[in-house]
Nanobody, 116 residues
Framework: HLVESGGGLVQSGGSLRLLCAAA???????MAWYRQGQDSERELVAS???????YYADFVKGRFTISRDDAKNTVNLQMDDVKPEDSDVYYC?????????????WGQGTHVTVSS
């Protein structure tokens, strides 16, 4: 069970911090933030592996920072220098790979609107 928060309205060039809180221990999970517009497919924004390796999509490199706190079972997405094109619904994802399966868990999403 993942719950996102921190979305809202922000001006272009401003900052926003999204929080994903998990109801269970996330230490084995690869965690990520995705986003999806009204008429587009869900796309990967940033991810952090269970060993701490991070990945960023080109369109957010240098502006967004993903971090995780396994002790608190949370994942953050610090969004700086936001742009109107960053307006989307942002989803937290937990991905677990075992010898037998690969499972994905999603939150309900949080809306981000960037005004120009």
């Amino acid at each position: 069970h993942l719950v996102e928060s921190g979305g809202g309205l922000v001006q272009s060039g401003g900052s926003l911090r999204l929080l994903c809180a998990a109801a269970a221990n996330i230490s084995r999970f690869h965690m990520a933030w995705y986003r999806q517009g009204q008429d587009s497919e869900r796309e990967l924004v940033a991810s952090v592996s269970n060993s701490g390796t991070t990945y960023y999509a080109d369109f957010v490199k240098g502006r967004f920072t993903i971090s995780r706190d396994d002790a608190k079972n949370t994942v953050n997405l610090q969004m700086d220098d936001v742009k109107p094109e960053d307006s989307d619904v942002y989803y937290c994802n937990a991905h677990l790979v075992t010898m037998w399966s690969a499972d994905d868990y999603w939150g309900q999403g949080t809306h981000v609107t960037v005004s120009s």
